[in-house]
């Protein structure tokens, strides 16, 4: 716990230069899934040369360690840090929902520190996002992750304990945060969706607990403008999820995701094996 606070604690020069010694060891020194990166980057872009995937490759290294230490950073950044580097886009309609009393899901990607995203919209539209996380096996990160997502009157919920919450916290006004892009378990109900040139699974439980509540749902696009500074876009996926034909949700879903890479390949976390259970 001390040296996830003494992290949070640096100034972001300090904090970006140990990303770019951290990014430099993972990639040239501990080769921390250099193959699984490059085959990944590959085989959604058949079209790029060598030295472009190369460039992404490295690119992709330095934006997944400046990602986690910003996440770090989430645990002490102050609110007027926060207000500077993120800009909020859209959101109005999301803020009007809360207000007239529904619930809202937003999803979005793993492309940025989305902790960031979550202190912003609170600090401009005064409503709370409740995180839904992965319980991570290392019990004292865990529990710092935990507090660090607590802040601004959040609940951070695990995934496994969502359909529950739901239920139980039915009158509770709220945006409740996913990320559902990466690999689905084998045992996992999914389809197959064409993402980034083959064919993907894409879990479909998330699907399945927004279309029971019906709560308004949208994807939350998060570009990074500068080195520590990002852009949400809120882009409404549907008002009324259960009127949605079957695996609609999840599709428009998928393609929101997509595109959101194509604009900057290097966001994503490319070292994740999201395709080990697709046959080549």
Request: glycine share 2%; proline share 4%; charged share 25%.
């Amino acid at each position: 716990m001390f040296i996830y606070r003494s992290i949070s604690k640096l100034p972001f020069k300090a904090l970006y230069f140990l990303s770019a010694l951290s990014s430099f060891t993972l990639f040239h020194i501990v080769r921390y899934r250099r193959k699984i990166s490059y085959e990944n980057i590959r085989r959604s872009f058949p079209e790029k040369t060598e030295q472009q995937i190369e460039y992404i490759q490295k690119s992709a290294y330095r934006h997944l360690t400046d990602t986690l230490l910003e996440i770090i950073k989430a645990n002490t950044i102050s609110d007027s840090e926060i207000a500077s580097r993120v800009a909020l886009v859209n959101f109005g309609e999301i803020q009007h929902l809360v207000q007239s009393g529904k619930s809202v899901f937003m999803l979005t990607a793993h492309t940025a520190p989305v902790e960031w995203v979550s202190f912003a919209a609170h600090l401009k539209y005064n409503f709370v996002i409740d995180p839904v996380y992965k319980p991570i096996h290392s019990k004292k990160l865990d529990k710092f992750i935990f507090s660090m997502r607590s802040r601004h009157q959040s609940t951070p919920v695990p995934y496994k304990k969502l359909a529950k919450d739901v239920v139980l916290r039915k009158s509770a006004k709220r945006s409740i945060a996913m990320l559902a892009d990466l690999e689905p378990r084998s045992r996992d109900q999914s389809i197959n969706i064409d993402f980034l040139t083959q064919s993907t699974r894409f879990f479909l439980g998330s699907e399945k607990i927004i279309k029971s509540t019906g709560y308004p749902t949208f994807f939350i696009a998060i570009e990074k403008t500068t080195r520590g500074h990002y852009q949400a876009s809120a882009i409404r996926l549907s008002l009324n999820p259960k009127n949605l034909e079957p695996n609609l949700l999840t599709e428009k879903y998928a393609n929101c995701v997509e595109e959101l890479i194509l604009k900057n390949p290097a966001s994503w976390l490319w070292t994740h094996k999201r395709w080990k259970h697709t046959s080549t």
